[in-house]
């Protein structure tokens, strides 16, 4: 067992030579590769090719460290190269350098942020970090906790507008109650559909707002649900205003929504985990204005801030800063002891409903500390300006058309027309046969490897297939802008 | 702007030489010496000392990579090391060299396991990876998938329970039901209060059932609960029973439970986060007994299998296989698109309720790849003989004593008796003195920084203090458990 157990030891040179030639091959496949537009973004295989492609099988006898480096080696080329600057299929993407250091670090460290016995420096980097993000929302007395991505940070808007006005519902659950109603764009994100779900509130209870065609909630709409609810004895609780709504990027009227809000006593969270990323330059922040209104903000760095998955906070608008620990709290005898040497109000784990908590906070502080504020701004601002750039391009380009008159957040949607569809009569059928094009052009452009863009129908938009391209990552610029254009018109053309 | 960029991409040397080292920093001060006896376990300090000691300030210019390094330096150099063979304060803890390299894949290659659009590898080895450990459960006809820790894990079996039992309760929530009632182990892990209160159940609804003094769920005790809540007129929905307790390490008889279960309709959720290890060792997997029999499981692959913090999975005995996309699905048009040019059966993300979800798979699938089932196997064994060595040590050597007569997981459980409580007459007085000894000699020990082992209270054991020592750490043999005893006494005798 020695000889076996040997192998899982840091002081055996065979492992240290082993964790070299890994970093390397992550180096320079991963990483360098990876972001290079020499080489493709994607090598496409279906499912049942890739499985036998790829050797998964776990055997009972130990892979030497040749096998183990070769199966990285085919992990790493046929994975998406979500970095690469011509990925643009996805809210996420872009890789920094200062974060992956950041989740390397995290990884070697295997900290744990409940305790401060057995996670101090983390638990003091995330009270800086909340400190610094409250005042850029506009929270100056609030608090937050890191999430494991954006869903599980909008399910806390619920649970905590839920305790807030229901602190009973702690001990004694939802059973008896009038049903809780929320309110959230019906172009907002899924993930409060399965927030009221998870809740016990029931996907029902989840009331889509009409929007004005350009994905705003109409904040006559939202006061016309509150009020036919309130009439058939429901209990209205909160409303999800969206900061960068996913499919086209629409920003909420955050003031006017908050009077709505108030006028009925609802929470208001703002469910910023895409568009957030705007709150950090002078010139996009405005897209936010009205967000210190807001109860809570989800806001997600890996998105428009290009950290790795995940890293999501909740923010809390909540000077008593009891609000999390009053909603969460189960005192666990074994964790939470009050009698330890330290100050065990840095003991924060029972903030929150996870136990353990990976740490996610060495990703973006890792970052901004090497990019400093100004760093980050221009992260943002670049990406606004491709976005500005390519939306003049699309709408002078024949064959492309914008779904939206303007952009307002990173992502562009448009639809393509291929030759034989332009310059006809766009009746009912001529739509159906636009939605036909995108899967077909999106098959073409996933098997040629060199770009992704997402395609999608809404039913804000007669459910007819568009594209939208996601712009973060801050190695893009104009030639990539162009390239997007001349890549559909090589590949979609004929279609 | 082009300069502020720069410094975002790989391409660039100076960011490639930051790599470098921060790679080599990770190595020799986090990876090395955090995992040698010849350097500390920590290097305390009170919170207020370490926030001055800490440069944590987030400037508007750009920090220097000589900057960035110094302050990574100093993360390492206070954070615990939990990987560290003297390390024995928590369930997780032990470092992997190939988890460790999976970890580090993962977040270079930034995926997200929603579609296999975006994340086609690691979806196939996850598939893999679940029909194995399904086997090794006995789920043969399972389905599984990770959470994000295992208290998000055991959230999913009330969830899953409570739509089985009440597929409306998606729709319609909680509201006008009869409370549903959950039952688990006094001595059970807080998450399930924890679920009870997000879920909307609240706590009040989870029935704590009497233990037997070692730990164990009393079956007849778990009927007469059910049987007074029927008569009460609650509905009696599952029941978690614990393989492996936090503290204690006691593993619930699964077939006496599951029969309960059975004769009343009840799921029965099998907590294995801790123990679950136990199942790869062919000499303990008997702990486990009567796992098939479960409607449900969640595993902590970061606990006593030792890989990164979180590597959880909740797995289901579902032959339909499709129990969890029913429970949890929202159809998100624009995520899955039906018309995708290739079996969308592998965009697995609807079966769970993340939306983003990050990759956790690598760091154990490396691992065993590495390892091999006799490798686990030997991680798992050598814990075992290190519990029976220290075992059998505590209870021949003068001043402590064993809270149980027997270990059963590889967690033990004593009191440290300092010299002048020592053959003394045991009344209340002695007890309460004695609980005042554990906060006092885990204050030394933290600050000498060789050594870290928890205390705690239990409500069971007469809430008076004991140690609570984790053996989990393939590096450990005799020699760290005699090392324990020996600082015990150096540490306490005097107390």
């Known amino acids: 067992m020695a000889s076996l157990t040997k192998g899982m030891s840091f002081n055996n040179p065979e492992v240290i030579k082993f964790l070299d030639e890994a970093y390397r091959l992550i180096k320079e496949e991963a990483l360098q590769k990876g972001t290079s537009r020499d080489y493709p973004v994607l090598e496409f295989m279906h499912p049942h090719e890739l499985e036998s492609t790829l050797d998964l099988e776990i055997t009972a006898e130990p892979a030497s460290h040749e096998q183990i480096l070769d199966a990285m080696k085919n992990i790493i080329r046929y994975s998406i190269k979500t970095g690469h ?20 670090l995290a990884s070697s460290l295997n900290a744990n942020i409940h305790t401060y016995e057995v996670c101090p420096v983390f638990i003091i980097m995330e009270k800086y970090f909340f400190q610094k993000i409250l005042n850029i929302v506009g929270f100056e007395h609030g608090d937050g906790v890191f999430c494991p991505g954006g869903s599980a940070s909008n399910f806390f808007s619920i649970h905590l507008a839920r305790f807030k006005k229901f602190p009973e519902a702690k001990k004694n659950g939802l059973f008896g109650s009038a049903p809780f109603r929320c309110y959230a ?15 016990g509130l029931g996907m029902n209870n989840l009331v889509g707002v009409k929007t004005d065609g350009r994905g705003h909630i109409i904040p006559s709409e939202l006061e016309r649900c509150i ?45 910023a985990c895409w568009g957030g990323g705007a709150l950090l ?25 290009g950290v790795p998955v995940q890293t999501s906070v909740f923010l809390i608008n909540d000077p008593s800063k009891k609000l999390l620990e009053e909603a969460n709290s189960a005192k666990a005898e074994y964790l939470f002891q009050p009698d330890k040497h330290y100050d065990t109000s840095y003991d924060v784990g029972d903030k929150t409903v996870q136990c353990g908590r990976a740490v996610d906070i060495t ?12 760093g980050m701004e221009a992260r943002i601002d670049r990406g606004f300006e491709n976005a500005r750039y390519l939306t003049q391009k699309l709408r002078s ?22 030759h034989r569809l332009r310059g006809q009569v766009e009746d009912n059928k001529w739509w159906q046969e636009l939605h036909k094009i995108a899967p077909k052009l999106k098959e073409r452009m996933v098997k040629a490897g060199n770009l992704m863009i997402q395609y999608q129908p809404l ?34 053309k004929d279609l």
Request: aromatic share 14%; net charge neutral; hydrophobic share 40%.
């Open 85 to 104: 600057p011509r990925f643009h299929n996805q809210l996420f993407g872009s890789l920094d350098p200062y974060s992956q250091a950041g989740a390397w």
């Open 185 to 199: 764009s019906e172009d907002g994100h899924y993930s409060m559909q399965k927030a009221a779900i998870f809740l």
């Open 227 to 271: 009020k036919a609810d309130l009439d058939k004895g429901y209990t209205p609780l909160m409303v999800t205003a969206t900061s960068g709504t996913t499919v086209l990027g629409s920003y909420d009227d955050l003031p006017a929504i908050s009077k709505v809000c108030k006028k009925y006593d609802l929470w208001l969270h703002a469910d």
């Open 281 to 305: 330059s002078k010139k996009h922040r405005h897209l936010l204005k009205g967000s210190h209104l807001c109860n809570s903000m989800s806001w997600n760095f890996h998105k428009m801030t």
């Open 363 to 374: 990703k973006v502080w890792l970052q901004w500390r090497a990019l400093g504020d100004e």
């Open 397 to 418: 380009t024949e064959g492309f058309r914008l779904v939206l008159p303007e952009f307002e957040c990173t992502n562009v949607s448009f639809w393509y027309i291929p």
């Open 459 to 492: 039913s804000t938009k007669g459910f007819v297939n568009f594209f939208r391209i996601i712009i973060l990552n801050p190695l893009c610029g104009p030639r990539d802008m162009d390239f997007v254009i001349e890549e559909f018109e090589r590949l979609g």
